[in-house]
């Protein structure tokens, strides 16, 4: 990444999937999807597969971390061996520490975790298929497994990803405009409270770059954010006879 594509990425304005610039890539969310969680989402985003668990609040162990104040919010992301085309080393790495930590960031600014003095909450990610922008991915079902458990929260938060191929800003990365490309923005925001929550940059833009990548970031969170509503109510929606 950074520099100038050495693929061409945008060919005669379109992508190399079909998209234009601003599109993003088909996206399914399910709530509800595991009986032994307390809350759960599987979602589908492009070639993106991923499950998020929510457990609790519930005692937290060990004791030491207990805090009397709030609740700890414990954030899980992983990556499965079989995830991505070489087989990826098992357990946590550096990469998987990082966007833990950065979803756990973006997730404790929407948690009432002043409701659950001295438990614990623990979201669980498991990327069963990768094919890049799973951290946006991953803290949208998130938000949704969290929802789906009953968690109170100020809203849920949305994550999509901009960034830049051939100088061109483009929305939500697939593979090789992540590996090719010249830039990476991912972005996590409450689109109700108009808050951004989660942001990384890679690559070199120009500060028009940055304020187009950044419009396009957050509508591409407000789309994610209907389905992701729209999950929920498909869950919760009493028929009505
Ligand atoms: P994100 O998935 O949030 O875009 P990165 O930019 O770090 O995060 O990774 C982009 C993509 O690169 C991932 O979605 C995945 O498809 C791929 N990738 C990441 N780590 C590995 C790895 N260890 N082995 C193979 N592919 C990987």
Not at 88 to 103: C, L, M, N, Q
Not at 194 to 215: H, M, R, S, Y
Not at 226 to 237: C, I, R, S, T
Request: glycine residues 8%; aromatic residues 6%; contains cysteine.
């Amino acid at each position: 990444m950074g520099g100038k594509s050495e693929v061409p990425l945008i060919v005669k304005g379109k992508r190399l999937d079909g998209r234009k610039a601003d599109e993003l890539r088909p996206i399914k969310i399910v709530a509800g999807t595991l009986n032994r969680a307390d809350g759960s989402c599987y979602l589908e985003w492009g070639k993106n597969k991923i499950l998020a668990a929510v457990y609790g609040p519930r005692e937290l162990h060990p004791k030491h971390m207990q805090d009397n104040t709030q609740a700890v919010l414990r954030c899980r992301y992983n990556m499965a061996p079989f995830s991505v085309s070489e087989r990826k080393r098992p357990g946590p790495d550096r990469r998987s520490v990082e966007i833990s930590k950065v979803i756990r960031e973006a997730l404790e600014r929407v948690v009432f975790l002043n409701y659950f003095p001295t438990s614990g909450i623990d979201v669980f990610m498991e990327v069963l298929q990768a094919d890049a922008g799973t951290r946006c991915a991953a803290l949208t079902a998130a938000s949704v497994a969290l929802a789906d458990a009953g968690i109170p929260m100020k809203d849920m938060v949305a994550g999509c990803a901009a960034g830049k191929a051939d100088d061109t800003i483009i929305l939500d990365l697939n593979q090789e405009e992540d590996n090719f490309g010249q830039g990476d923005m991912p972005m996590g925001y409450i689109p109700s409270r108009d808050e951004i929550v989660l942001l990384q940059l890679d690559g070199e833009f120009t500060k028009d770059e940055l304020e187009k990548a950044k419009t396009y970031a957050m509508d591409g969170c407000r789309k994610v954010y209907e389905l992701q509503k729209e999950a929920l109510k498909k869950k919760y929606a009493i028929s009505k006879v």
